[in-house]
């Protein structure tokens, strides 16, 4: 049997102007359960259904950093960093733009911005998006990335 194995873009195959769509993934009341047990953020607004009908949203709302979180799980899943990447360098920019509710189905799109040579490694910034199912914006920022050059 011929095992394939996938490796990730190295720094020379980002190209400014790509952009990189990732699959879906609808949040659950699992996530955020999960999320604020990893966390200990039990902040009412999101594990309380009472506390949250009388808030802004109505409704349970999930953490901003779970919708980042997704958002990075979601980029690796692509494949395009497995085993090239050398660490999560930053990020810059990020705003949670509109609330995230459970069933609520997220995809990143996320678009090489700038490329910066480190020597043995290369710095890849990516303007990157959530959107939701009605195709709203609900996470933005600039992903810093450093990644492997081909040797």
Same mark, same amino acid.
């Given at each position: 049997?011929?095992?394939?194995?996938?490796?990730?873009? &190295? &720094?020379?195959?980002?190209?400014?102007?790509?952009? %990189?769509?990732?699959?879906?993934?609808? $949040?659950?009341?699992?996530?955020? %359960?999960?999320?604020?047990?990893?966390?200990?953020?039990?902040?009412?607004?999101?594990?309380? =259904?009472?506390? #949250?009908?009388?808030? %802004?949203?109505?409704?349970?709302? #999930?953490?901003?950093?779970?919708?980042?979180?997704?958002?990075?799980? !979601?980029? =690796?899943?692509?494949?395009?960093?497995?085993?090239?990447? &050398?660490?999560? &360098?930053?990020?810059?920019? !990020?705003? +949670?733009?509109?609330? $995230?509710?459970?069933?609520?189905? +997220?995809? =990143?799109? #996320? /678009?090489? #911005?700038? /490329? @910066?040579?480190?020597?043995?490694?290369? !710095?890849?910034?990516?303007?990157?998006?959530?959107?939701?199912?009605?195709? @709203? =914006?609900?996470?933005?920022?600039?992903?810093?990335? +450093? %990644?492997?050059?081909?040797?």
């Amino acid at each position: 049997m011929t095992q394939i194995t996938f490796k990730g873009w &190295y &720094y020379d195959d980002f190209k400014i102007g790509d952009e %990189i769509v990732t699959a879906s993934r609808t $949040v659950t009341e699992t996530d955020i %359960i999960n999320f604020a047990g990893l966390t200990g953020d039990w902040n009412p607004l999101h594990t309380d =259904v009472e506390f #949250a009908k009388n808030s %802004i949203f109505k409704k349970r709302v #999930a953490h901003g950093t779970l919708t980042f979180a997704i958002m990075t799980g !979601l980029l =690796v899943r692509t494949g395009i960093i497995e085993e090239t990447i &050398y660490a999560f &360098y930053g990020v810059d920019n !990020l705003r +949670l733009t509109k609330p $995230v509710f459970i069933g609520d189905t +997220l995809k =990143v799109i #996320a /678009k090489v #911005a700038e /490329k @910066e040579d480190r020597g043995k490694v290369g !710095l890849i910034m990516l303007d990157s998006k959530v959107v939701n199912q009605r195709k @709203e =914006v609900v996470l933005s920022c600039i992903l810093k990335l +450093l %990644i492997k050059k081909r040797e």
